[in-house]
């Protein structure tokens, strides 16, 4: 395919889906994998694609590079994604030029996560593009682009709130075990019941407290085992309950059952527990509390942490838009200045050789000063074009205005 496309921003795009249109189960189908990512970069070029890296992640499956138009990316990506074309076609948003660069931005900034503030992101975003470097497809603008997301992402973490505290009940509770439970990362885990809450609480575990010390029982068992399978789990079936109530550090009750599922029967004389019940009604049995080796804490609790913490967050996005702007305007100064390099680069050759034949007569004439210094002298005349340039669109007239400088 023929690349008619100048690597520059007016041809930057980003295609992508995310939590705000699809569910989990249309997300995963456009997943990609470490072996999928190395197959799409190895293919890109038959596809005119020479710059590109893809963001995928639980909540977002995002293609980020230069081409003709978007189809290209779109294309490239769903040749290895289980999703066709068309149905990404349908659900995604499409960017370009400075509104591409100003989403990337946000989603650097955590401003486009459904965690307002997730700061995972940058991790997943550095991950992402050093894998693309690694195979070549990072080029000098794209990686100037996400050296200054990154650092606007730094910034807006040490000067802002906008990633301080828990924004939703099933990180809430993991927020909760961070703070209340030591060397978490040993303590078994029970998370009973994985519906919508207790899948994203699932995963919340894995992502935030690094660990896959974790069983998962569910009503249904096929779904407990499959969801194990998916993240490297234990599962087990309803009727070992009891016991792994009594072996577990950490219970997670995430069930909709009309009555408590734990009792105090299950605890009784069974070690120190921490006992998160994220269930409407709740779970576990009311006495449980009275027990004094159980710690329970409910989705009330969780709730008036996260409540609290969303406007707190919510009140800082200006002051992390204004850090946005601030870097996205840099970096778009810079790309400006860099299409003019090729032109200052012709200046300065055609600069040495006048000099050259400047020299030679001047030589001849005994007409040179000690003193001079014809590579200083250039450059002082590039860097005073490179200004001018910058504030200004005439090229031609500060090639002119440059030689003349140069002369007198």
Known sequence: MRKGYNNDIPDFFIAGINYRKTDAAIRSQFAINQAQYTTILSIAPSYGIHEVFILSTCNRTEIYGFAEN????IQLLCTQTAGGTKTFEKLAYIKKGD????????VGAGLDSQILGDYEIVGQIR?????????????????RLVSSVLQSSKVIKNQTAISGGTVSVSFAAVQYIKQNVTNYSAKSILLLGIGKIGRNTCKNLVDYLRTTNITLINRSPGKAEELAKELGLHYALPDDLARYIQQSDIIIVATNAVAPTILRSHLENHGNKVIIDLSIPYNVEAEARELPNITLVNVDTLSAIKDNTVKKREAEIPKAKAIIDAYTNE????????KHVPVLKAVKNKLHEINSSERLWEQSANLMPSSYDPQEKIQKVINLMAIKMRRQHQHGCHYIEAINDFMG
């Open 99 to 106: 509104e591409a660069v100003s989403h990337l931005f946000n």
């Open 70 to 73: 978007a189809g290209q990316l």
């Open 331 to 338: 970096f778009l100064q810079w790309n400006e200045m860099r």
């Open 127 to 143: 991950q992402a593009v050093q894998f693309a470097r690694q195979h070549h497809f990072i080029g000098a603008r794209l990686d």
